[in-house]
C-alpha cells in the first residue's frame, strides 16, 4: 500500500496510484513501465505524494486556519477571491517542512543526482489527485518549476508548488464546480530535465485532435522549452503521421 509513503519513485507507479500521486505521476509510471522496454527514453524521477501535502498541512496546524481564511469567499468579488488566495498560499508557503518530510525529498533528490550527475537539473511539476474527470478538469491551474538545481532551490519550489493549489484561478473554479478545497490534494512529480537547448520540445497527441480521428499522430515541436508549446506563447511546427504505414515501416520524420 502506498497511502502512508512521503516519496514513490516514478517506477512504482500505476494508474491506480492517482488518489496518492494525481493523474500526471501516475501516467509517468505507467509511461516508464511500458515504453521504456520499447526503446523510448524517458526520464527518471518520484513523487512526493498527497499523503505528504496532508501531512505539511497537518504538522504545521494550517489545516483549520486555510478553512477560516475561505470561510467568506466571494469568486465574484475579484479582491475578496484575490486577497483569500494570497492569504492561503502565504500560509501553505510559510509553513516548515516536517523533518522527516525535507529528508524524504532530499533523499531521493541525491537518488537522481547519484544517477544524472551533481546538482542535476529537475522539473518540479504539480499533480493534483483530480485532474481530469468526466465534467471537470483541474490540470494546468497549478504552477510548474523548470531548470531547478540544488536542495535548497528545490525544497523552495516544493512549497510554491504545493502552496499553487490556491491560485486564484483553481479556487475559483473548484468553488464554481462544487469542490470541497480540502478534500483536494497535490502531488508533486520531481523528473529530470531534458536538454531542450540542444533539439526541440512539444506535445504529441495519439489522435487528430481536431477530428477525433484515431490513425492519426499530431505532433507539435519548437526549439526550446515545451511550456512555450503548451502555453501557445510559439507558433510550433506541426505533423500528421498516418499510424497505419507508419507501422509498415515508413519514417514520415526524417532523424
Known sequence: MNDNKLVLWFDEL??????????????????????????????????????????????????????????????????????????????????????????????????????????????????ATAEDLPDASFAGQQETYLNITG????????????????????????????????SIALSIGVQKMVRSDLASSGVIFSIDTESGFKEAILITAAYGLGETVVQGTVNPDEFFVFKPTLKQGHRPIPP
Do not use: W
Open 14 to 127: 500505476q494508474l491506480a496510484d492517482i488518489p496518492q500521486v494525481g493523474g500526471k505521476n501516475a501516467s509517468l509510471g505507467e509511461m516508464r513501465r511500458e515504453l521504456i522496454p520499447k526503446g523510448v527514453s524517458i526520464p527518471d524521477g518520484y513523487a512526493v505524494t498527497a499523503f505528504a501535502y496532508r501531512y505539511l498541512l497537518e504538522s504545521a496546524g494550517i489545516r483549520d486556519q486555510i478553512k477560516a481564511v475561505l470561510s467568506d469567499l466571494d469568486t465574484h468579488d475579484l479582491q475578496n477571491l484575490k486577497d483569500r488566495g494570497r492569504k492561503v498560499r502565504e500560509l501553505i508557503y510559510n509553513a516548515p517542512f516536517p523533518n522527516d518530510l525535507k529528508a524524504a525529498i532530499v533523499g531521493a533528490y541525491k537518488k537522481l543526482c547519484d544517477e544524472y550527475g551533481e546538482n542535476t537539473d529537475v522539473a518540479v511539476r504539480s499533480s
Open 151 to 182: 536542495e535548497d532551490a528545490l525544497l523552495e519550489a516544493c512549497k510554491h508548488c504545493f502552496a499553487s493549489l490556491f491560485t486564484d484561478r483553481a479556487i475559483s473554479y473548484r468553488f464554481d464546480k462544487g469542490f470541497d478545497h480540502m
